[in-house]
């Protein structure tokens, strides 16, 4: 049997939040079995993508109405590792809405990386590269001989296998002239065109040959043993910090990259080892990572079942410091402190302001206005599923009962603003 406290800070790191009928599932289970239930997807649905998603109009609301539905889709899947890791590489393959203003093609990139979500990466990164999206954020629709860009071919090197330091500007260069003539049609569609392809010799990786676009993904990643175990220690890295905590020790990177590549660079053989090493249940990680605005955000819909709309989630998203389809850059989001400014905090409270409004409509938890403050206290945290630090309870306690002690005070204004300040805990922020 694992140990109830193991399970939440698992389902809280794959889920969003520890569901109480996962909690009560999956804490009979030994840690292994519970990290398989995890990883098993199967109970998801078939993503049903809204019919705006087709339109092929670049109308404004159907990108915010594009964020809202994941939001939504985040905080109701039955196993949501699926869409969180969805989020992952929305992060890392970065493409913005604003380079193309079509939301069926986001929908479309977004939806190549939910079926990817867990399966091989090298597939996988072939299919990124002949994304519609992804050619017109990193402009290799127009890769062609003679001028070739190097946009594409950059990232997939520095950002999207191996990372800085670990090529050469002339493995760029040849890399752009190999992916030349993979553009797209005038349907926007994937198309190779060996008109435009340049069929010279190019040197990768010190090999001087006429190398084509797909055949440096299958170098780095497949042929080349030495490239590949370090595309294989970058991902680590990243779904280890994304995951867990920040600069890990290198012997975790090592060991884990070690059963990455023995996997043949299975993302779900990954994970799972990730999930089940000692020190993803250390005090390092349960306390290593503040809450996105995504998963802040996932929480109070996931928590509250107001849909994201109700909560103006994407109102405030932008001023939170993350919002879905629009990365700051093709580096992506960062975390922790990238996400701790005034301003950002002070858009968190406002969709906290909404989320306690729209929680307490229609007299919900009206009740709360003539319990102890201590009882009031108490059933916010849990309805939010929160532990709560004896120094916030306290604090928490001591503004509730001067609130509603204040002459002219409100005790319906008082649990309204409790809703308000749960939201703001470092508990919910940055739980552990």
């Known amino acids: 049997m694992a140990d109830i406290n193991d399970i939440i800070h698992l389902l809280r790191r794959t889920e969003f939040i520890a569901r109480p009928a996962r909690v009560t599932e999956l804490t009979p289970l030994t840690l292994d079995a519970a990290v398989d239930n995890i990883l098993d997807i199967a109970p998801n649905q078939p993503v049903n993508q809204p019919v705006y998603v087709h339109d092929s109009s670049t109308n404004w609301t159907q990108r915010l109405q594009f964020h809202d539905w994941w939001i939504d889709r985040m905080a109701t899947a039955p196993r949501p590792f699926q869409e969180k890791m969805t989020l992952f590489w929305h992060g890392h393959f970065v493409t913005e809405w604003l380079q193309s203003e079509r939301t069926d093609f986001m929908a479309q990139n977004i939806g190549l990386y939910r079926t990817h979500a867990l399966?091989?990466?090298?597939?996988?990164?072939?299919?990124?590269?002949?994304?519609?999206?992804?050619?017109?954020?990193?402009?290799?629709?127009?890769?062609?001989?003679?001028?070739?860009?190097?946009?594409?071919?950059?990232?997939?090197?520095?950002?999207?296998?191996?990372?800085?330091?670990?090529?050469?500007?002339?493995?760029?260069?040849?890399?752009?002239?190999?992916?030349?003539?993979?553009?797209?049609?005038?349907?926007?569609?994937?198309?190779?065109?060996?008109?435009?392809?340049?069929?010279?010799?190019?040197?990768?990786?010190?090999?001087?040959?006429?190398?084509?676009?797909?055949?440096?993904?299958?170098?780095?990643?497949?042929?080349?043993?030495?490239?590949?175990?370090?595309?294989?220690?970058?991902?680590?890295?990243?779904?280890?910090?994304?995951?867990?905590?920040?600069?890990?020790?290198?012997?975790?990177?090592?060991?884990?990259?070690?059963?990455?590549?023995?996997?043949?660079?299975?993302?779900?053989?990954?994970?799972?080892?990730?999930?089940?090493?000692?020190?993803?249940?250390?005090?390092?990680?349960?306390?290593?990572?503040?809450?996105?605005?995504?998963?802040?955000?996932?929480?109070?819909?996931?928590?509250?079942?107001?849909?994201?709309?109700?909560?103006?989630?994407?109102?405030?998203?932008?001023?939170?410091?993350?919002?879905?389809?629009?990365?700051?850059?093709?580096?992506?989001?960062?975390?922790?402190?990238?996400?701790?400014?005034?301003?950002?905090?002070?858009?968190?409270?406002?969709?906290?302001?909404?989320?306690?409004?729209?929680?307490?409509?229609?007299?919900?938890?009206?009740?709360?206005?003539?319990a102890t403050a201590e009882t009031a206290v108490d059933t916010v945290a849990n309805y939010f599923g929160l532990s709560l630090a004896p120094t916030t309870r306290a604090a928490l306690v001591s503004g509730f009962t001067s609130e509603t002690r204040a002459v002219g005070g409100s005790a319906s204004t008082a649990v309204t603003n409790l809703f308000v300040a749960m939201l703001l805990t470092g508990e919910m922020n940055a739980p552990t």
């Open 119 to 370: 399966g091989m990466f090298r597939p996988f990164t072939h299919a990124m590269a002949k994304d519609t999206q992804m050619m017109i954020y990193l402009s290799n629709r127009f890769n062609v001989k003679g001028t070739p860009n190097e946009n594409f071919g950059r990232e997939l090197l520095e950002l999207f296998t191996l990372g800085v330091g670990n090529y050469t500007e002339e493995d760029v260069l040849s890399c752009a002239r190999a992916w030349t003539g993979h553009n797209l049609n005038s349907a926007n569609q994937y198309t190779f065109y060996p008109t435009k392809h340049d069929t010279g010799m190019k040197t990768f990786f010190g090999v001087s040959r006429n190398w084509d676009g797909p055949e440096i993904i299958d170098e780095i990643l497949l042929n080349n043993a030495a490239k590949q175990l370090v595309s294989a220690k970058y991902i680590t890295r990243q779904l280890w910090e994304f995951l867990a905590y920040p600069n890990p020790a290198q012997g975790i990177v090592d060991a884990l990259a070690a059963d990455f590549v023995a996997s043949d660079l299975n993302i779900r053989t990954l994970c799972r080892a990730i999930l089940l090493r000692p020190e993803f249940y250390s005090t390092e990680a349960r306390q290593g990572l503040v809450r996105s605005p995504v998963e802040f955000s996932v929480a109070i819909r996931a928590h509250s079942g107001v849909p994201a709309r109700n909560l103006q989630i994407s109102d405030w998203s932008i001023q939170m410091g993350q919002r879905l389809l629009d990365p700051p850059n093709v580096a992506g989001w960062k975390q922790n402190g990238y996400y701790l400014s005034t301003s950002s905090l002070s858009a968190r409270a406002n969709v906290a302001k909404r989320a306690a409004s729209q929680i307490r409509a229609g007299g919900n938890f009206d009740s709360l206005r003539t």
